[in-house]
C-alpha cells in the first residue's frame, strides 16, 4: 500500500467521525433562547471535540509524510488510531447528553489518553521505516514533551472530574488541545529539507 492510499482513507475516516458528531445536535423548536439553552452542552461538547479530531487529523498528515513506506506495522498502527479516533462521538454525545457529567467527563479523559498512546504507537512504527537517524527521525522524537504533558493533563483529568468537578477537567482538555493546535514545525521544516535535497 503507497501513502496516498492511506491517507485517503484515514481523511475519509475523520470526515465520518466530524460527520457524526454535528448530526448529534438537533435542531431546536422555536428560536427563544430557552430552547437554543439546553443545547450548550452539546453544542461546547461538539466544539472541543471537532477541535481535537481536527488536530489529530493535521498532526496525522505531517506524521504519514514522514513514512517511507507504509508496511504492516503502519496499517495496523494506523488502523489502531482511527479505532479509538471514532469512539470520539459516542464519548461526544454521553457527555453533551449528560451536560458534563463526572463520568462521562472521566470517560472524555481516559479516551483521549488512549488516543494519545495510539498516536505514539503510530509514530513509532512510522519511525521504524526509517533504516537509520535522519531529520525527519529526529524532528519524530521532538514531539515526546508535549506527549507527556498531554498525558499527565488527560490523567488528572479523569480523579479532578470524578472527585473535584468535571468543569476543571474540561478546561485541561482545552490546555491540551492549545498545546497541539499547531502541527511540529520541527517535521515541516525536516521535509522542506529533504525536498530542497532532491
Not at 472541543?48 to 514522514?66: D, V
Not at 495496523?76 to 459516542?90: E, K, R, V
Request: overall charge positive; proline content about 4%; charged content about 15%.
Amino acid at each position: 500500500m503507497n501513502k496516498t492510499r492511506l491517507e485517503a482513507f484515514s481523511d475519509g475516516v475523520f470526515a465520518i467521525i466530524i460527520t457524526i458528531m454535528v448530526l448529534e445536535l438537533k435542531i431546536p423548536h422555536g428560536t427563544s433562547w430557552e430552547v437554543i439553552r439546553p443545547l450548550l452542552p452539546k453544542f461546547f461538547s461538539y466544539l472541543l471535540s471537532f477541535a481535537f479530531t481536527a488536530i489529530y487529523w493535521g498532526n496525522h498528515h505531517h506524521l504519514l509524510h514522514t513514512a517511507q513506506k507504509v508496511n504492516a506495522g503502519v496499517m495496523w498502527a494506523n488502523a489502531h488510531l482511527l479505532f479509538w479516533l471514532s469512539l470520539i462521538p459516542f464519548a461526544t454525545g454521553w457527555m453533551g447528553e449528560n451536560e458534563f457529567e463526572r463520568v462521562t467527563v472521566a470517560t472524555y479523559g481516559a479516551l483521549l489518553i488512549i488516543c494519545g498512546i495510539a498516536y505514539g504507537l503510530l509514530t513509532a512504527a512510522i519511525r521504524k521505516t526509517h533504516k537509520e537517524e535522519t531529520r525527519l527521525t529526529k524532528a519524530l522524537s521532538r514531539g515526546g514533551l508535549k506527549a507527556w504533558i498531554s498525558t499527565m493533563l488527560y490523567g488528572a483529568s479523569i480523579p479532578i472530574a470524578l472527585y473535584v468537578t468535571p468543569i476543571l477537567a474540561a478546561a485541561l482538555f482545552v490546555i491540551v488541545a492549545v498545546i497541539w493546535i499547531v502541527p511540529s514545525k520541527a517535521i515541516e521544516e525536516a521535509l522542506e529539507h529533504n525536498e530542497k535535497g532532491s
